[in-house]
């Protein structure tokens, strides 16, 4: 159909049926996600498939009358345009839903199977190895929030004969060799074994039940205070060249809003909650991290992604994630970065220029070729953790030295007094300044994670105890 109005008597109007005839004509249909309640419109070409908006449909139709059709009498084209403005209510939400249904097949990644998506072509990956396949060769449609705007195939540094392999070496991957940094080259090698499989474990879209995790990104401290400028932001981002991501700023995210996750849609990959405060309540997000999501936004009717193509959640901080025990640590992953950059060295300084935003076509392949590494390497080895010590790492960070000595000398055998082993501390260190109970025992859980031990709390009329047990 060539045109979605009518003109009889002399009168042009936008007819509702053609409207839907035309629109169906060109791709655009409802879709209905498996497991989610409430269809989303999208636009289908070929294998490719992208979620629109209202808007952009009404877009679509009012840049074909202002620019495509081509109208014999100009008369009549600002009679349809006069009509088309006069009937937006053919546009709204409730209206475009009665578009022509439509069932497709979307190409997930499996548990043992990622896939890369770019302009020319796919890239399969897989715990041995990688194929490069054309978009005719798969069987389901691909989200074109999916698809990274770059040629893979004619790009001469992108390696092409199925071995996966770091080289070539590009500047992203000497930005993540600095974020591993360590004195100790063993440390730092298996820390950078784990970053490669984390960035692997954030990139690749399937979602097991048994094993949803948070990745969190901290800085390390410095003189007593957390070390900001580290790379996090460059981080994140680099992982939004590659997925679709949703970003939250941390310091006004309130889990208790009910829009809290308004910028969520069906095709975010990744929910990254950014420079999130000191004590932020990390429990509150349990349900994001392990079960569906709830989106509502204002105006609109909820609706639920479930759990198998809900976003990957990334906490990025300056400080510690709060949260001890089992159910915390089955939940999240902790990376401290390197204190190589900092406010006063940044990564521009290092290399001269920006990182993605003034990057040559070969730069951009070192980095693509780097993450389909990242992506074989978690899949063969699933997530490792870094050479150093989490809880121990931590503990120095949150704790004061004075405490870590006088922590090795707890009794840790048996219940004690809360508030006779803060007295006890303070008779041994009677200059140190004078912190509150609470942090006091925020302390005392982190000894006993640093140490592999379970903290358990009791009370007895005005008294409260602790004790250190194995788990």
């Not at 200059?431 to 509150?436: A, G, I, N, P």
Request: proline fraction near 3%.
């Amino acid at each position: 159909m060539n045109k979605f109005w009518t003109s009889a008597s002399g009168t042009n109007k936008i007819d509702p049926e053609s409207l839907h005839i035309f629109l169906g004509e060109r791709g655009f249909k409802t879709y209905k996600p498996a497991g989610v309640k409430t269809t989303i419109l999208v636009k289908v070409e070929n294998n490719r498939i992208k979620q629109v908006a209202t808007e952009d449909i009404r877009k679509f139709c009012w840049e074909y009358i202002d620019s495509e059709y081509q109208f014999s009498d100009p008369d009549e084209r600002r009679q349809i345009k006069s009509e088309f403005q006069r009937s937006s209510s053919l546009f709204s939400k409730n209206n475009l839903q009665l578009l022509r249904a439509v069932d497709l097949k979307e190409c997930r990644d499996t548990k043992e199977k990622g896939y890369l998506f770019f302009n020319d072509c796919i890239v399969e990956v897989t715990a041995s190895g990688f194929s490069i396949k054309n978009y005719d060769d798969i069987d389901g449609v691909v989200f074109e929030s999916d698809i990274c705007n770059f040629n893979y195939k004619t790009c001469p540094v992108t390696p092409k004969d199925g071995k996966v392999q770091i080289a070539p070496i590009g500047e992203f991957y000497e930005f993540i060799q600095d974020l591993c940094q360590n004195k100790r080259p063993e440390i730092y090698t298996k820390s950078l074994e784990s970053m490669g499989t984390i960035l692997g474990y954030l990139i690749h879209r399937y979602k097991d039940p048994a094993n949803a995790k948070a990745i969190i990104f901290m800085d390390t401290y410095k003189d007593g205070a957390p070390n900001g400028g580290t790379g996090k932001g460059i981080l994140t981002r680099a992982l939004g060249k590659v997925r679709e991501y949703a970003h939250q700023d941390g310091k006004f995210f309130t889990s208790s809003d009910k829009f809290v996750f308004s910028n969520l849609a069906y095709g975010t990959r990744l929910m990254i909650i950014d420079d999130v405060p000191k004590n932020f309540d990390f429990e509150k997000i349990f349900p994001l991290i392990t079960e569906k999501a709830v989106v509502e936004r204002k105006y609109e009717n909820k609706f639920v992604i479930p759990f198998e193509d809900s976003p990957k959640v990334i906490i990025t901080t300056n400080y510690t994630v709060d949260g001890s025990g089992s159910s915390h640590r089955r939940r999240k992953v902790e990376f401290i970065l390197a204190e190589t950059y900092s406010d006063d060295y940044t990564p521009e300084d290092k290399f001269g220029h920006l990182l993605f935003i003034e990057w040559n076509q070969e730069e951009w392949g070192r980095f693509y070729a780097f993450l389909i590494y990242c992506l074989q390497q978690f899949l063969k080895k699933g997530i490792l953790n870094p050479g150093f010590n989490v809880a121990i790492r931590k503990l120095k960070m949150e704790a004061t030295s004075q405490f870590i000595d006088f922590a090795q000398s707890i009794d840790m055998r048996t219940k004690l007094n809360k508030k006779t082993v803060y007295d006890q501390f303070y008779a041994k260190f009677p200059d140190h300044h004078t912190v509150e109970m609470t942090t006091f025992r925020n302390w005392l859980k982190l000894v006993a994670d640093a140490f592999g031990l379970k903290f358990t709390e009791s009370h007895s009329g005005n008294d409260s105890f602790f004790e250190f047990s194995q788990e």
